[in-house]
């Protein structure tokens, strides 16, 4: 079965800084990989998602996560962290069944703290 | 840009009775997911529906639960005498079967007292 590993419940960058969010991820077959965002009171909002084309992949709000097979990891980057990136974000794998339904599998979540 | 929607917000139940969250998915879409975040854990996946009826479900999901799309617009979780432990946010999700990205709600933040 697929899973996902986050490093560290929370990370605190300064406004400005690199933001540095690890998923490490575990699959028998490729997988396909997503970044959720989660903002105080809301729901799961999608960052980006890997589905086995290019494996660097460009999402909203300036995010970017690189898919490396060598290391089974799917790292989420910005260069410059804003006030508004508070928020926790969520490292999915998609599941697929061998109905061929899909599930999201979801990591136990990175909070991410911005300082001025 | 169209969104999944989940009423109420809130939802505050006394143990026992029965609870009925309700969800509107994205129009176009045919799979319709439960999802459950009890406080400071994981979202974990609860059920899919497509086709009006359960594809998949996890051991989570036993006989207190039920899903149903009443009226072609709504899809709707039930929970038939709720436990303390029933306590999470419950989040309904929908997507299309050509983008495999699944779009969710804001969540119903269910509380068993």
């Known amino acids: 079965a697929q899973s996902v590993t986050q490093l560290g419940s929370h990370v605190s960058v300064s406004e400005g800084a690199l933001v540095l969010l690890r998923c490490n991820y575990s699959?028998?077959?490729?997988?396909?990989l997503f970044w959720y965002v989660q903002y105080p009171n809301q729901g799961l909002q999608l960052l980006l998602k890997y589905t086995s084309a290019a494996t660097l992949v460009k999402g909203i709000n300036g995010f970017e996560a690189e898919f490396k097979k060598s290391e089974t990891s799917f790292h989420l980057t910005k260069p410059s962290a804003h006030m508004s990136d508070a928020a926790e974000y969520f490292c999915?794998?998609?599941?697929?069944?061998?109905?061929?339904?899909?599930?999201?599998?979801f990591g136990t979540g990175t909070r991410l703290l911005v300082s001025p | 840009e169209p969104e999944v929607t989940q009423t109420p917000s809130h939802q505050v139940t006394q143990m026992g009775q029965e609870v009925i969250l309700r969800c509107v998915p994205i129009s176009n879409h045919l799979y319709f997911y439960w999802y459950r975040q009890i406080l400071g854990q994981k979202v974990e996946f609860l059920v899919s529906f497509y086709n009006n009826e359960i594809s998949e479900k996890s051991e989570i999901f036993d006989d207190q639960f039920s899903v149903e799309r009443p009226d072609g617009s709504n899809f709707t979780l039930k929970i038939r005498s709720t436990k303390l432990e029933d306590s999470a946010m419950y989040f309904c999700a929908s997507s299309e079967p050509s983008t495999r990205v699944q779009h969710f709600g804001d969540g119903t933040r269910l509380s068993i007292l």
């Open positions: 999915a794998v998609d599941q697929t069944m061998n109905t061929g339904f899909q599930k999201l599998v």
């Open positions: 699959s028998s077959v490729p997988p396909y």
